[in-house]
């Protein structure tokens, strides 16, 4: 019995294979975490509004979706996030509350509710800057 108990309680080797393959991403994920969640952090891409069809249904944040508020969907920016959104074509910026998650087209980093959009004069997809503000 004593002997079967000390096979158990030596430790364990992990293959170098494996450590030569989660090390690096796991590096890269802590790396990239806190950048988002950082006041200073900025993203520029493409946006784009949403909303036909979904006032009234509950967002990711458990509160309906008003497409008359300035509300934003963005993937991994934290539900209640104050952001502003400028297109950076005309200039014009808006103050949006992340309270979704989104946006589920590739190429985009932020889909805007339909009066965030109007305040942007954007019509369809627009080249914007988005900045953290709290």
């Known amino acids: 019995m004593y002997e079967r108990q000390q096979r ?3 430790p364990r080797r992990v293959p170098a ?3 030569s393959l989660v090390l690096p991403v796991a590096l890269t994920l802590a790396a990239a975490v806190p950048l988002e969640a950082r006041a200073d952090a900025t993203q520029v891409g493409k946006a784009s509004w949403y909303g036909p069809g979904l006032h009234g249904k509950k967002t990711a944040s458990g509160e309906r979706f008003n497409p008359q508020r300035l509300t934003a969907a963005h993937r991994r920016l934290p539900l209640g996030t104050q952001a502003r959104v400028t297109n950076l074509k005309n200039g014009k910026a808006v103050t949006v509350i992340i309270n979704d998650r989104g946006p589920h087209r ?3 980093i932020i889909d805007l509710s339909r009066a ?3 305040q942007l004069s954007m019509d369809g997809v ?3 800057r ?3 503000l709290n």
């Open 8 to 10: 158990h309680a030596a």
């Open 17 to 19: 294979g494996l450590l």
């Open 106 to 108: 590739g190429g985009r």
């Open 116 to 118: 965030a959009a109007q």
């Open 126 to 128: 627009a080249r914007v």
């Open 130 to 132: 988005v900045e953290v």
